[in-house]
């Protein structure tokens, strides 16, 4: 278990949060046998450790994924993208995103961001990142269009 520091304003928040085992089994179902489509992970403020909060299985759809992300607070989430590239081979990206719309809370937003690389990093195998704050940020669009780029 990773220590939990005060973050340096106040409010008891850590600001290293632990991420459990079980949270890191989910992306690596996502990642190595394809169990899910996605993981939405939160943090749970009274744990201090990022949780998952949902996964997809491997038949959802992308509009299923961002159905499942509130409109009004932040969230992590990994999502496995199976496309069909500019030179037609079939090929698979995951994207790890940042979720913190415009209606989230300062607090949730500033627990997130300040979490946010401490938990990418425990996800080996991530190909892209996105911060969104907007649907438009990651429309599936967005996601064909970086993962035809490599």
Known sequence: MVAAAALPWGGGSPAWIDVPERSKSAF??????????YVIFKIDDRRE??????TGSPGESYDDFTASL??????YAVYDLD??????????KIF???????????????????????FRHELDGVHFEIQATDPDDMDLEVLRVRANRT
């Open 83 to 92: 496309f069909v590239s500019d030179d037609n081979c079939r090929k698979s």
């Open 70 to 75: 509130p409109a009004d607070d932040c969230r």
């Open 96 to 118: 790890f995103i940042s979720w913190s719309p415009s209606d989230s809370r300062i607090r949730a937003k500033t627990i997130y961001a300040v979490s946010r690389n401490q």
């Open 28 to 37: 690596m179902e996502l990642k190595r046998r394809k169990v899910h489509r």
């Open 49 to 54: 450790e990022i949780v998952v909060e949902k």
